[in-house]
């Protein structure tokens, strides 16, 4: 699953890395929704776009933000699964 998401860094690493990148930059543009507040949810269980926009409001609007999104879920879901 790694090499699907085409990562340099371990999925742990790089989550840590999209918290330090631009966390306060909107990566939903419709409804100014913070990037951190979307990574917040997905640390909350927030496992699909759909739940992460329950939590959130996000990708409600032109669904832009959408494979920003998932990218994000999947690199979590990775993270939880390499530290087993």
Known sequence: MRESLNLKRSPAEQWDYEKQKGPDRNLCTCYDIPKIDMMRAIEKGAD?????????YGCQGSQCCERQLQRLIDIYGQKDSSSD
């Open 48 to 56: 699909t776009i759909d739940k992460v926009s329950a939590q959130t």
